[in-house]
């Protein structure tokens, strides 16, 4: 199978390269860590051919006798000399027990460029930020951004081609599936839900209550994007008849995030320049998961759905997000990278005079040079006369754009 690369991973992984910091690829199962790796892999044959790489895939049962750190140091030391551009290449090294203990020590002895993926359940373990603390660089890696998607599946932009994207999400599997095969598209996110649930929730922490994290779930993927407290998850559960305690859900959202299906987006008093977290609201690492759990009835979700992948553009393009708070009203998006700082707006469409002035209003009352965006399905873009210097694009527009 021919491996598409995705070049801004890439560039990013080898500007890190014999900088003295082991490197660690994360993210949610099925998003690509271990093509990424292979991509890493294949550019080293290219541009390092006097190094030596050793590749270890904890996957293939070639490599089934390396069970813990002891036998990963005496397979990996001695394929490595002294001095030399050595590499070593590991996926799924949570399957490697204590693992950390042989990478620190590589490390220390700078036998080694590292670079390792692994379930994101374990790789954001405590333990993992312990023993190794200071010594890695965590790399996130998303799914397919939609102009990755668009080259992934062989699409030409276009609204139909929006529509796909926003439909069936990002996981780079797809593409062996095509874009318009509902049932297996059903199918194999059904599949990845289930691992990552199973494999790095239910197994992991030892859950007994399976239903009601799967309720829990659900729920969040109902409320995508909205403003959600564990007291109000509580209250709605009881509603149905499901009594639990304020401590096991906010534990078991905990879950879901250690194990990025979902990721927490704190709000941010843009006046006054601090950040609440005590209410959240919550992403999808995949809004095509998203779809799945609500049985990929779109209709009456299509903000949250745009809201979901303008959030994980700019995750992709490193961004730090929060939701901003303005004595007035809401920002959807307050995205910063060092010194940079981006506002966004979405909606579906500028159908009335009302919103309009909720999403430019919003916008102007902010007192700073950033960017403002206005990101909506209008077919007619561009700036308003009464809101000058406020962008209004197509969401195909944004997604496009290097922020």
Request: net charge neutral; glycine share 6%; with cysteine.
């Amino acid at each position: 199978m021919d491996i598409i690369v995705r070049k801004t991973y890439l560039s990013h992984i080898i500007s890190h390269l014999n900088k003295g910091m082991m490197i660690i690829l994360v993210g949610q199962r099925r998003v690509g860590k271990s093509f990424m790796l292979r991509q890493v892999n294949q550019w080293l044959a290219e541009n390092r051919p006097d190094a030596t790489v050793v590749y270890i895939n904890k996957e293939l049962l070639a490599f089934s006798h390396i069970t813990n750190a002891s036998e990963l140091y005496e397979y990996v030391a001695p394929k490595f000399a002294v001095g030399a551009e050595n590499y070593l290449l590991i996926d799924e090294v949570q399957d490697i027990e204590g693992y950390e203990d042989a990478l620190r020590s590589l490390h220390a002895e700078d036998r080694c460029q590292i670079i390792a993926t692994g379930s994101n359940a374990y790789i954001f373990s405590s333990e993992l930020s312990t023993r190794l603390a200071g010594r890695f660089i965590e790399i996130p890696i998303y799914g397919l951004s939609y102009s990755e998607f668009l080259e992934f599946h062989n699409l030409a932009d276009s609204d139909e081609s929006l529509n796909d994207y926003l439909r069936i999400g990002g996981l780079p599997g797809l593409r062996l599936y095509g874009v318009k095969n509902e049932i297996q598209i059903r199918d194999y996110l059904q599949g990845v839900y289930n691992t990552i649930m199973m494999r790095d929730v239910v197994a992991r922490e030892q859950i007994r209550n399976v239903p009601f994290i799967e309720n829990l779930s659900r729920f969040i993927a109902d409320n995508d994007g909205k403003l959600i407290s564990t007291n109000s998850i509580v209250k709605f559960m009881k509603s149905q008849g499901e009594k639990i305690s304020e401590t096991i859900t906010s534990a078991y959202i905990d879950y879901l995030c250690k194990a990025l299906i979902i990721n927490p987006v704190s709000r941010y008093d843009i006046h006054g320049k601090k950040i609440f977290e005590m209410i959240f609201k919550y992403y999808f690492a995949d809004h095509g998961l998203r779809n799945y759990l609500c049985g990929f009835n779109l209709r009456g979700s299509i903000e949250k759905i745009m809201e979901n992948v303008i959030y994980l553009h700019l995750l992709t393009q490193g961004y730090r997000v929060n939701v901003g708070i303005l004595r007035a009203g809401e920002i959807d998006f307050v995205a910063t990278k060092g010194n940079k700082t981006i506002y966004v707006q979405a909606t579906y469409l500028l159908a009335s005079p009302e919103t309009i002035k909720r999403e430019f209003g919003n916008l102007a009352s902010i007192n700073d040079n950033f960017p403002k965006y206005v990101v909506s399905m209008d077919p007619v873009s561009g700036e308003l006369p009464e809101y000058p210097g406020i962008h209004h694009l197509h969401l195909r527009q944004f997604l496009k754009m290097e922020l």
